[in-house]
């Protein structure tokens, strides 16, 4: 494997890993380790596509990025 499939496959592996503890009921969706585990492996795997100029995937983790971002955000602001 090269440095952009490594890139892509850690990417994944963080986003399967907080949909795995989601599933466990053991972080729910509002969990600060559940929105950075998707947005820092949304982000490697939109990098890892945009090496690859793989578009759809471009598209597709981008968007799960941007969302991510959004909960941080909201999170940020819960009192």
């Known amino acids: 494997m090269n440095s952009i499939d490594w890139i892509g496959f850690i ?6 890993i907080a949909f795995f503890l989601n599933e466990r009921e053991l ?3 509002k969990n600060l380790w559940f929105i950075l585990l998707n947005l820092v492996g949304a982000t490697l795997a939109c990098l ?3 090496l690859l ?4 995937f471009i598209i597709l983790e981008g968007v799960w990025a941007l969302i991510s971002v ?6 940020s602001k819960t009192p």
């Open 70 to 75: 959004n909960a941080l955000v909201r999170y």
């Open 11 to 16: 990417g994944v592996f963080l986003i399967l």
């Open 27 to 29: 972080i729910s969706t």
């Open 53 to 56: 100029n793989y578009w759809p």
């Open 48 to 50: 890892a596509s945009v």
